[in-house]
């Protein structure tokens, strides 16, 4: 079996939540009869403090409906360049939502106040309307980065003075709190809507949640409708993401005390350069010398490890709850093969 660090979402259930999966009660979830479903819901909006939620399929989608509901077309969005929701999501604001975007230089993928402040559009028919800031927590491209709580108040304050949303691609918010160990309630504060991903550093096979006010929520639901988005015994797949919740959270540490062994290893190597900061599960570095990022994942790869090129220049590793201790010491003496 290769070693998988290309994403945290590579994961298989594990005994336990397959156990919770097959247990599981399950209706239509389009009618609104499945327990488990509306069970989940509710213990996310509960959690982060907010009023509902809704299940869907992917943070994309998830990520997508957020914005469609918080704008309209000729709106503008404002997010970091790297954003999750503005390069790996299709197009998905211009082909859903008919917005465009005013991606920002930000730091390892985050932005700050100031910046938010210095991209909103005048009162001129000639702009776009500035109608929502993204943030992503932790930020995939910066290497699993972790927002400042008091930079993310700032940003909140910047919206208020100026009546724009607030959104939160949170596909690894978990990853966030346990690192800074912040509360979910803090979030539900300063956020209209977040995005939590069930699929990526908590396990689950299936799908993600979006959290906001009660009025919101009822027109992401409409919403998921239009993109085919309703699922109907979907409790199996709730089921997963509550036992996830039960059990997976507080490892996380574990996936971030992986991470910076690997960073530890590729520091001895002379065909690496820069690494990104680690903070959480992400490793990002900088492949020079006698390899390209691409020959380097491909030499890995003969060696049954398995890695992903996000640049010429560029190699990402993710840990995640299928990678043990054993797997570190492998990949560490594979890198002295190299």
Do not use: W
């Amino acid at each position: 079996m290769p070693i998988d660090l290309r994403s945290d979402t590579v994961t298989r259930p594990t005994p336990g939540m397959l156990e919770a999966m097959l247990q599981a009660r399950v209706g239509d979830d389009v009618f609104r009869e499945d327990s488990t479903v509306t069970a989940l819901e509710n213990r996310l909006a509960a959690d982060f403090g907010m009023e509902a939620g809704i299940f869907c399929p992917s943070g994309t989608m998830t990520n997508q409906i957020a914005i469609k509901m918080h704008t309209q077309p000729a709106d503008e969005v404002i997010c970091d360049k790297t954003a999750h929701v503005y390069i790996y999501e299709g197009g998905g604001i211009a082909f859903n939502s008919g917005c465009q975007v005013r991606p920002l230089e930000g730091d390892r993928g985050r932005i700050n106040a100031g910046q938010v402040v210095a991209s909103i559009n005048p009162d001129d028919v000639h702009r776009a309307i500035t109608r929502l800031v993204c943030l992503e927590n932790t930020a995939n491209r910066g290497g699993g980065s972790c927002y400042e709580f008091c930079e993310i108040e700032a940003i909140r304050d910047v919206c208020d003075r100026h009546g724009l949303m607030l959104h939160l691609d949170g596909a690894r918010i978990y990853n966030a709190l346990v690192y800074k160990g912040e509360t979910a309630a803090q979030y539900g504060q300063v956020f209209d809507s977040i995005s939590i991903c069930l699929s990526k550093g908590l396990g689950c096979p299936v799908g993600s949640v979006l959290i906001g006010r009660r009025k919101d929520i009822d027109r992401a639901r409409r919403i998921r409708k239009a993109f085919g988005g309703g699922m109907r015994q979907a409790g199996y797949l709730a089921a997963a993401g509550l036992y996830a919740l039960d059990n997976h959270i507080s490892r996380l540490a574990e996936d971030h005390r992986h991470a910076l062994e690997l960073a530890d290893a590729l520091r001895e190597r002379d065909f690496v350069g820069n690494i990104l900061p680690v903070e959480t599960n992400i490793v990002i570095f900088t492949v020079k010398g006698r390899y390209s990022a691409a020959s380097l994942a491909e030499a890995l790869r003969g060696h049954d490890i398995l890695t992903v090129a996000i640049a010429p220049t560029q190699i990402r590793m993710v840990t995640h709850l299928d990678f043990t201790q054993e797997m570190v010491r492998k990949v560490r003496e594979t890198l002295l093969l190299l």
